[in-house]
């Protein structure tokens, strides 16, 4: 069955390496079943050549999710995009936004951006492997480059090589000088560019990421694209994802971070039984409480214990009791 365009991607969160890997995608859909979930960036050589169960497994609850990909080759990238579909991802992205030197060096990332005709030759490859949706994560510009001109005709490119649905970074992408972090900050925030090219383009699916947190900003966005895709600021405070649950999907019943912890507990459960370490799941968790009475204690007790004995589920289970506690106290105290 052909599901390219079955899946809502309204509101998302952001493929972020060493962030949203399976542990962290489970934990975040506790809170939310209607946003879409993007795997971390997965190179092509290592999803063909390495452990395929530890690099692109995930959790059925996981769903709907994407399975971003890192890649120049064409054939990889096609190999890839059947690997995704056969392994029940919702989409394969191909990322073309990262900046870092590691990832230039392999020949994928922004840096692709200056090759608009082998980006194409690369999507058409992908589309014809599989029937699941290929969309494309890119920024606005790279280096000098920042031309509504330039992104408008790579965009076209794109499409004409099959793919409809575009996330793009309102920010160009420096190849040198700056490093991923800065290039996350310095380059100036260009929504403009973004809405003039969802304006021009009606017919395509234009997601707008960068900068994005709170909820008005979220409608506004909404209002003048198709969908918005969050990264920091959900990994940050997590909890968040039930504010736009409310307010964007107008989910009536929501669960209470008590009710998130005793679905993880389960969720530890199983896999230190699997021998997974605690700490794996539970980095995630630092941000639970932020900006809630008894954060900080929350923060400090997950620093001085995730790591001692994790493989013994006992501590995990101490660990999240003091999460349920800290819930009753400040439900006590509200």
């Not at 530890?54 to 054939?75: C, D, H, R, T, Y």
């Not at 017919?203 to 209002?223: A, F, P, T």
């Not at 799941?281 to 214990?305: F, P």
């Amino acid at each position: 069955m052909d599901t390219r365009n079955k899946i809502n991607r309204k509101i998302s969160v952001a493929p972020m390496m060493d962030c949203t890997d399976r542990h962290d995608r489970f934990f975040l859909r506790l809170m939310s079943k209607n946003v879409m979930l993007y795997s971390e960036m997965v190179a092509t050589k290592s999803a063909i050549h390495g452990d395929r169960k530890k690099i692109l497994s995930f959790s059925p609850e996981e769903k709907p999710l994407a399975l971003q990909v890192g890649g120049s080759n064409k054939e990889e990238l096609s190999e890839v995009a059947k690997i995704a579909e056969d392994m029940g991802y919702d989409e394969i992205n191909i990322n073309l936004g990262c900046p870092s030197k590691k990832v230039q060096k392999n020949k994928f990332g922004a840096c692709l951006m200056k090759e608009p005709e082998l980006v194409a030759e690369c999507i058409n490859s992908m589309v014809n492997s599989c029937k699941i949706p290929v969309t494309a994560k890119t920024r606005i510009g790279f280096d000098d480059v920042e031309s509504f001109e330039y992104l408008n005709n790579f965009i076209n490119k794109m499409h004409n090589a099959g793919t409809k649905t575009f996330i793009l970074h309102a920010r160009k992408a420096m190849l040198t000088g700056l490093s991923p972090k800065q290039n996350l900050n310095i380059p100036k925030l260009n929504y403009n560019m973004v809405y003039e090219i969802k304006k021009e383009n009606p017919n395509l699916e234009i997601i707008i990421n960068g900068g994005i947190s709170k909820i008005e900003e979220i409608k506004n966005h909404i209002s003048k694209c198709d969908g918005v895709m969050i990264g920091r600021s959900i990994y940050q405070n997590p909890y968040s994802l039930v504010d736009i649950e409310k307010s964007i999907f107008n989910t009536e019943i929501i669960p209470t971070r008590e009710q998130v912890v005793e679905k993880l507990l389960d969720y530890v459960d199983r896999e230190v039984k699997l021998g997974t370490k605690v700490n794996h799941i539970m980095r995630h968790t630092v941000g639970l409480y932020h900006g809630q009475a008894g954060s900080k204690n929350w923060k400090r007790y997950l620093s001085d214990n995730m790591m001692a004995r994790d493989s013994d589920f006992q501590k995990a289970k101490h660990i999240m009791s003091i999460v349920q506690n800290n819930e009753k106290a400040i439900q006590a105290n509200s």
